[in-house]
């Protein structure tokens, strides 16, 4: 299997440092307002790749933190005039039911910087110790000047880096790029005792120490979206490398932006929609195919042209999954096994997803997987159960749980409901074919119009005739 690495900028054989675990970071929110779906198409990206680690055997400790204490969220409380904890902790369940409605699989650990305040600490006193930082009036900075590969990962040229930095009035800074490891605590801010005095940690060392609290020295994958790499994952680097003296990480993913209008959709531009929108609007399995049909690196221009084609493809597998379950829930064994070879299809979705998750060509392999099982079907008048047992297989190993694209249990209560009224669908779709084949065009198509009065539309296409249900 192949990964870009961002810091070698090449696509690398992805070996794990212990396999079979895969030792998983993605940065996660900072809890101060719904995420909105620039932040989902990041979390919603990291989540397929950490399943398909998982279709491949691996052993994933997915770890994402949350970031509850901040300057957003200090500015919010005065906004609200709540506490901050109270503002994160409401934001923080936010972020629980959205991501598990977008069914993303919950974190191993979703661990919270204002727990790990302790170990936050010792890590900053080990780099003061180092030499690695120093502290001027209760604020303690990161001296990148001590850390050989700072700009590595980002490719930054440091004196340009320092030619453009804003030297800030009063800054005490020992250079403009020095970052901030322990912010002092102005009047009123909630604060934390410190060697340094009453204060709190800055949010790049957040990541360094719950990475290292959660997964260890060094880690196998670490994510995030694009913005960042620089400074935030530059920072961690200089961070936990000069406290550790390892390796921190083996691979480092970075998600393309979701812009809207070619810009990027972010909370300062003002150009957001939130998740918890656009989940009223389409469904979590049509956002998902959205995104997968981009690849993870490239750049995304949110279109509702394009959310309402994912929800028509959904609609195209949920239609052959309605299928399946229905022609399951007979449990004949009569009929006929026709030829078809699923392991083709196993070894073509696995061919692209091994190539840096290559999701928009698995979503083809899908597709195209979907368009010849429709054709079998329409070709056979009975199949043996054992081919649907296999498609059903097939869907769920690959759409379901590693796209996340479609949802058996959830069809199983819809059809629990509708299983006489699916069966006698299926009946006058079947009288209507031998209607067609004699010709009686009179008669089959009174049949169509009266189920589309009723509000089921089939759809005529060379693979046979599908049904769905009209939107209400
Ligand atoms: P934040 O809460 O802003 O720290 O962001 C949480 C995650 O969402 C980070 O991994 C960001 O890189 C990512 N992110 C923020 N905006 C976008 C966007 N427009 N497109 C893709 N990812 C984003
Ligand atoms: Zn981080």
Not at 132 to 139: S, V
Not at 169 to 174: E, G, R, S
Request: glycine content about 6%.
């Amino acid at each position: 299997m192949q990964i870009y690495n961002t810091f070698s900028k090449t696509k690398e054989e992805f070996i794990p440092i212990n396999p079979p675990t895969v030792n998983f970071y993605v940065c996660g929110p900072t809890v101060y307002d719904y995420f909105h779906i620039g932040n989902a198409r990041s979390f919603i990206m990291a989540d397929i790749v950490r399943r398909y680690l998982e279709y491949k055997g691996y052993v994933v400790k997915f770890v994402m933190n949350i970031t509850d204490i901040d300057d957003k969220i200090i500015n919010k409380s005065k906004e609200y005039k709540k506490p901050t904890d109270e503002i994160a902790k409401f934001f923080t369940n936010a972020f629980y039911e959205d991501i598990s409605k977008l069914k993303i699989k919950p974190a191993n650990v979703y661990p919270r910087a204002t727990d790990s305040i302790e170990d936050i600490i010792e890590m900053i006193k080990t780099l003061v110790k180092k030499g690695y930082a120093y502290e001027i009036d209760g604020n303690v900075y990161y001296d990148i000047s001590k850390f050989e590969n700072y700009g590595k990962l980002s490719g930054k040229n440091l004196e340009e880096l320092e030619a453009g930095a804003r030297i800030e009035i009063n800054d005490a800074k020992k250079n403009p790029l020095d970052f901030v490891l322990w912010k002092k605590a102005k009047e009123g801010e909630p604060s934390w005792d410190s060697p340094w005095g009453k204060g709190r940690p800055g949010w790049h060392i957040e990541c360094s120490t719950m990475s290292c609290k959660h997964l260890g020295l060094s880690i196998d994958i670490h994510a995030g979206g694009n913005d960042l790499i620089f400074p935030h994952h530059e920072n961690e680097i200089a961070q936990s490398e000069a406290a550790n003296e390892k390796k921190f990480v083996k691979y480092w993913m970075h998600f393309g932006f979701l812009n809207i209008q070619n810009e990027k959709m972010s909370k300062s531009l003002g150009n957001i929609i939130t998740a918890r929108e656009l989940l009223s609007k389409y469904s979590a399995e049509a956002i998902r195919l959205f995104f997968s049909q981009t690849h993870y690196r490239g750049p995304l221009n949110f279109s509702e042209e394009l959310l309402t084609a994912a929800e028509k493809g959904v609609e195209k597998i949920k239609n052959l999954a309605d299928k399946i379950e229905s022609e399951l829930k007979k449990g004949s064994n009569e009929g006929v096994m026709p030829e078809f070879d699923f392991s083709f299809y196993y070894k073509e979705f696995e061919k692209v997803m091994d190539d840096d998750i290559n999701t928009p060509q698995a979503v083809a392999v899908i597709f195209e997987f979907v368009k010849s099982i429709n054709k079998i079907i329409s070709e056979h008048e009975k199949i043996n159960t054992d081919f649907y047992r296999r498609v059903k297989k097939f869907l769920q190993d690959t759409a379901e749980a590693v796209l996340g694209i479609i949802h058996f249990d959830s069809l199983l209560n819809g059809i629990k409901e509708e299983s006489i009224e699916d069966k006698l669908i299926e009946l006058l779709i079947n009288v209507r074919l031998l209607l067609k084949k004699e010709k009686n065009y009179a008669l089959s198509d009174l049949i169509r119009d009266e189920l589309n009065k009723l509000g089921i539309i089939l759809q005529d296409s060379k693979e046979g005739t599908t049904y769905k249900r009209k939107k209400i």
